[in-house]
């Protein structure tokens, strides 16, 4: 049962992220080439081929069901986002404790002119 499951989901993926569905097209390309067969009984599947796949594009009467066939267009139905797993995360151990600096900028080497035992005495006669 797993692997019948496996199997499903393998496929839906791969028909749905990926432009192999457009083998799911393909009768219509040989229903195209009988049609065409019909009307020139000279024409071969390498002409088929090339005239819908690699010569540019007429826009005939049949345009329609020439851009049905398969990989003509790109099918943008399904919007697959990678998993992008966050960066490992290092931790950083010191073996000693990291030297720490202090700056004062405060110098303590002002003195002033006049000390305070100078101002606060009774004038002298």
Do not use: W
């Amino acid at each position: 049962m797993r692997r019948c499951a496996a199997i499903l989901i393998f496929f839906v993926y791969i028909f749905g992220a990926t432009e192999l569905d457009q083998l799911l097209k393909f009768p219509l390309l040989i229903r195209h080439y009988v049609i065409h067969k019909r009307q020139n009984a000279g024409i071969t599947v390498a002409m088929f081929i090339r005239i819908h796949y690699l010569d540019p594009q007429l826009f005939d009467g049949d345009y329609t069901e020439d851009m049905q066939l398969p990989f003509k267009q790109a099918d943008d139905h399904c919007l697959t986002l990678p998993t992008v797993l966050p960066a490992r995360l290092h931790a950083i151990y010191y073996d000693k404790a990291p030297l720490l600096c202090e700056y004062n900028l405060y110098i303590p080497s002002y003195t002033p002119l006049l000390k305070e035992q100078d101002i606060f005495r009774p004038p002298r006669v």
